[in-house]
Nanobody, 120 residues
Framework: QVHLVESGGGLVQPGGSLRLSCAASGMFSRINVMGWYRQAPGKQRELVASITNAGSINLADSVKGRFTISRDNAKDTVYLQMNSLKPEDTAVYYC??????????????WGQGTRVTVSS
C-alpha cells in the first residue's frame, strides 16, 4: 500500500503563485511516474503534469509556461510550482503515482486532493 500526503493548496489572487507538494510513503520497489491531475466543478478530471523517474515531463497545454513539475527521488516527493495563476486554474488538484510494487507489479495510487482557488 502507498500513502500520498498532499499540501500547498489554498486561496490565491489571479497572477499569484502556489506550490503543491505530494510525498509518497509505504511499500514499493520504486516510483515510475508522479503527477498531478485536477478537477474543476462540473468538469472531468484532467492531467496537469507528470514526470517519470528519468525526468521526462508531460505538461498540459493550458499550463505550459506557467506551471513546473519536479520531483525529489530521495524523498519520494513531487512538486507542482504554479505561477501566473488564473481563475480557470481553480480546481481540486490530485497527486497520483505509478509504482512498481515489491512483487514487481504495476499499481497506481491517488491522493485525497488539495483545493486551489484563484479569485480576487
Amino acid at each position: 500500500q502507498v500513502h500520498l500526503v498532499e499540501s500547498g493548496g489554498g486561496l490565491v489572487q489571479p497572477g499569484g503563485s502556489l506550490r503543491l507538494s505530494c510525498a509518497a510513503s509505504g511499500m514499493f520497489s520504486r516510483i515510475n511516474v508522479m503527477g498531478w491531475y485536477r478537477q474543476a466543478p462540473g468538469k472531468q478530471r484532467e492531467l496537469v503534469a507528470s514526470i517519470t523517474n528519468a525526468g521526462s515531463i508531460n505538461l498540459a497545454d493550458s499550463v505550459k509556461g506557467r506551471f513546473t513539475i519536479s520531483r525529489d527521488n530521495a524523498k519520494d516527493t513531487v512538486y507542482l510550482q504554479m505561477n501566473s495563476l488564473k481563475p480557470e486554474d481553480t480546481a481540486v488538484y490530485y497527486c497520483t503515482v505509478v509504482v512498481i510494487t515489491t512483487t514487481m507489479a504495476t499499481a497506481d495510487y491517488w491522493g485525497q486532493g488539495t483545493r486551489v482557488t484563484v479569485s480576487s
